[in-house]
Nanobody, 124 residues
Framework: QVQLVESGGGLVQAGGSLRLSCSASGRTLSSYAMGWFRQAPGKEREFVAGVSRSGGIIQYTDSVKGRSTISRDNAKNTVYLQMNSLKPEDTAVYYC?????????????????WGKGTLVTVSS
């Protein structure tokens, strides 16, 4: 079992930055590809960014490319999402997930564990 806990969400003005963290307990994160996902009000959960076990493969959804950076520190059992130039449309609950591979994450499949989410609100 893996327990994932997100932190770092909050209220920020458009153009601002946030750094989300996902800490894991129960099992080392190095066994999993890790991803960030988000769910806006009234919408389905969507893939945001993913990183492979070693960190060698990284993918982003088009809407955050160039504005966000996913990283992982396996020694700290933590995954991060740095988000810059935030827009009101980035407002959502952001979830951390552990899964099989980045390629399956982009299709919203192959996920084994989820955190409970952290709310990001971007004001205009």
């Amino acid at each position: 079992q893996v327990q994932l806990v997100e932190s770092g969400g909050g209220l920020v003005q458009a153009g601002g930055s946030l750094r989300l963290s996902c800490s894991a307990s129960g099992r080392t994160l190095s066994s999993y590809a890790m991803g960030w996902f988000r769910q806006a009000p009234g919408k389905e959960r969507e893939f945001v960014a993913g990183v492979s076990r070693s960190g060698g493969i990284i993918q982003y959804t088009d809407s955050v490319k160039g504005r966000s950076t996913i990283s992982r520190d396996n020694a700290k059992n933590t995954v991060y999402l740095q988000m810059n130039s935030l827009k009101p449309e980035d407002t959502a609950v952001y979830y951390c997930g552990a899964g099989f591979a980045v390629a399956t994450m982009t299709r919203m499949t192959g996920m084994e564990y989820w955190g409970k989410g952290t709310l990001v609100t971007v004001s205009s």
